[in-house]
């Protein structure tokens, strides 16, 4: 028996199937214009569910320790593009077909927005409490976890002597640039949409350091306009060799059921 970690993303935390039912473009925009579609924007996999109940679910199984991980899976397609989400219509007027989901490029874009929707349930006192979780339990999911599944324990994923010095730095809540809608044009991605168009977050990242150096600066952002607060140039990237993954218990104080006597131990030999 190997051990089992799970994973989830933003999009499954926040958004309803009902997206995929959108009939505007662009979203959320005072000159929107009707497109039947515009809810191809938010095909994804697993798809979008359809009741609060199953958002409620994946909260549920964060906090209960199942999901140990939270990631973006950004997927970097365009909408209104030839090759983007649009495709499937574009080809289908061309040949005079049938244009169908399943020729949708998959996954949505959500890189620079998983931070601050996390951290927003970790921070705001206005989430109700079973959407809340600790700062801790942020640091864990967005950070700690991802390094020590993937190897890279004792460089990344905490602060620490020897660890890179990659660091967010957030406003003071009572900041008056810390609370924040989310608007595709403030985001730095190349993509023409955000799924959490107008989405209200009650904090966004101020400074960000990669390996001890400054990269991203808001104030900087705010103050001279769009794109000035990018420090970071696209050749700073460094390649990391990988260690031995570590096993994650979730739930912690709990022995998963069915397990052999030190079969704990193999998995980590």
């Given at each position: 028996?190997?051990?089992?970690?799970?994973?989830?993303?933003?999009?499954y935390l926040?958004?309803l199937?009902?997206?995929?039912?959108?009939?505007c473009?662009p979203?959320?925009?005072?000159?929107?214009h009707q497109?039947?579609?515009?809810?191809?924007?938010?095909i994804?996999?697993p798809?979008?569910r359809h009741?609060?109940?199953d958002?409620?679910g994946?909260?549920?199984?964060i906090n209960n320790?199942t999901?140990?991980?939270?990631?973006?899976?950004?997927?970097?397609?365009?909408?209104n593009?030839l090759?983007?989400?649009?495709?499937?219509?574009?080809d289908a007027?061309?040949?005079n077909?049938?244009?169908?989901?399943?020729q949708?490029p998959?996954?949505?874009?959500?890189?620079?927005t998983?931070?601050p929707l996390?951290?927003d349930?970790?921070?705001?006192?206005g989430v109700?409490?079973?959407?809340?979780?600790?700062?801790?339990?942020?640091?864990?999911l967005?950070?700690?976890n991802a390094a020590?599944?993937?190897?890279?324990?004792?460089?990344?994923?905490?602060?620490?002597?020897?660890?890179?010095?990659?660091?967010?730095?957030?406003y003071p809540k009572?900041h008056?640039?810390?609370?924040?809608?989310?608007?595709?044009?403030?985001?730095?991605?190349?993509i023409d949409?955000?799924?959490f168009?107008g989405?209200?977050?009650?904090?966004?990242?101020?400074?960000v350091?990669?390996?001890?150096?400054?990269?991203?600066?808001?104030?900087?952002e705010?103050?001279d306009?769009?794109?000035?607060?990018?420090?970071?140039?696209?050749?700073?990237?460094?390649?990391?060799k990988?260690?031995?993954?570590?096993?994650?218990?979730?739930?912690v104080?709990?022995?998963?059921?069915?397990?052999m006597?030190?079969e704990?131990?193999s998995?980590i030999d």
């Open positions: 028996m190997l051990p089992v970690h799970a994973e989830t993303c933003p999009h926040y958004l199937s009902s997206r995929i039912a959108g009939t473009w979203l959320a925009d005072e000159h929107s497109d039947d579609w515009a809810g191809a924007s938010h994804c996999a798809p979008l009741d609060e109940r958002l409620q994946v909260w549920d199984s320790g999901v140990t991980v939270i990631s973006s899976d950004h997927a970097a397609s365009l909408y593009d090759g983007g989400k649009r495709k499937p219509l574009v007027q061309a040949n077909s049938v244009p169908t989901f399943a949708v998959n996954g949505l874009p959500g890189l620079e998983r931070l996390l951290f349930a970790a921070t705001n006192p109700k409490l079973e959407r809340r979780i600790s700062l801790p339990k942020f640091v864990a967005t950070s700690t020590k599944l993937y190897g890279l324990s004792g460089k990344k994923g905490s602060i620490a002597p020897g660890y890179d010095a990659d660091l967010v730095i957030w009572d008056a640039d810390a609370r924040t809608t989310i608007t595709n044009d403030s985001l730095h991605h190349c949409y955000t799924p168009e989405q209200q977050v009650c904090n966004w990242p101020r400074r350091f990669l390996r001890g150096e400054l990269k991203f600066d808001r104030d900087l705010l103050k306009g769009y794109g000035k607060g990018v420090l970071g140039k696209s050749d700073e990237g460094m390649y990391l990988r260690g031995k993954g570590e096993v994650l218990v979730g739930r104080g709990q022995e998963p059921v069915g397990m006597a030190d704990r131990s998995w």
